[in-house]
């Protein structure tokens, strides 16, 4: 075999090799990307349950506490900390104010 010939196949099983190698690395990093996206949805998820049940939490909080409790007696009937009390309650009034129409808003009716 003529040396020519001979740096030809050297240099094609070169690039097939770094081809394979470039297209491994490319499946590589799908994979990576999709499995984040699987782990950011799913966070996202929760958070987002979370945040819900917390506000629920918070709402039944402050009816109790218009029943007649105080905060901190009501956080000892359901075994919270008087802090983690205050911060449902509080994320209870923001949902509350964040859920009512806004005053410059036009309520019901054609204008």
Do not use: F, Y
Request: proline fraction near 1%; charged fraction near 30%.
């Amino acid at each position: 075999m003529a040396i020519n010939e001979i740096r030809q196949q050297a240099r094609r099983s070169a690039a097939e090799r770094v081809a394979r190698l470039r297209q491994q690395r490319a499946d590589l990093v799908k994979e990576r990307e999709e499995l984040s996206a699987v782990v950011m949805t799913a966070l996202a998820e929760r958070d987002a349950l979370i945040g819900d049940t917390e506000r629920r939490a918070g709402t039944a909080l402050k009816a109790l506490v218009s029943s007649g409790l105080s905060l901190a007696e009501a956080s000892h009937w359901c075994d919270l900390t008087d802090r983690d009390a205050a911060r449902l309650v509080k994320l209870a009034a923001l949902s509350a104010t964040a859920a009512a129409p806004s005053a410059s808003g036009i309520v019901g009716g054609d204008q």
